[in-house]
């Protein structure tokens, strides 16, 4: 079992940063690859970032790649998503996520453990 809680989000301007960090808890969160996904309402749950249990491969949905990176800190338990450049279309609740691989393309299908989201809201 590994427990997931995610913090760090919240209301930034257009272009700003914000940069969100899951704590887990349970002895084989270093097993497992990491990821963040987003909900946009109405829309469906997206893969957003990944990252492998030892933190030296890395996946990125297109939209993130070059403002968003993904960290883990495995003598924390915890991983993060730092986000740059944010726009408007960023806005959702973000989701910290236990994978068994960080290979592919990852869908929420591919969840084993969920956290219970924070919100982002980007301002234009």
């Known amino acids: 079992q590994v427990q997931l809680v995610e913090s760090g989000g919240g209301l930034v301007q257009a272009g700003g940063s914000l940069r969100l960090s899951c704590a887990a808890s349970g002895r084989t969160f270093s097993r497992y690859a990491m990821g963040w996904f987003r909900q946009a309402p109405g829309k469906e749950r997206e893969f957003v970032a990944a990252i492998s249990w030892s933190g030296s491969i890395t996946n990125y949905e297109d939209s993130a790649k070059g403002r968003f990176t993904i960290s883990r800190d495995n003598a924390k338990n915890t991983v993060y998503l730092q986000m740059n450049s944010l726009k408007p279309e960023d806005t959702a609740v973000y989701y910290c996520?236990?994978?068994?691989?960080?290979?592919?393309?990852?869908?929420?299908?591919?969840?084993?453990?969920w956290g219970q989201g924070t919100q982002v809201t980007v301002s234009s």
């Open positions: 996520a236990a994978l068994p691989s960080v290979y592919g393309k990852l869908t929420a299908r591919h969840v084993d453990y």
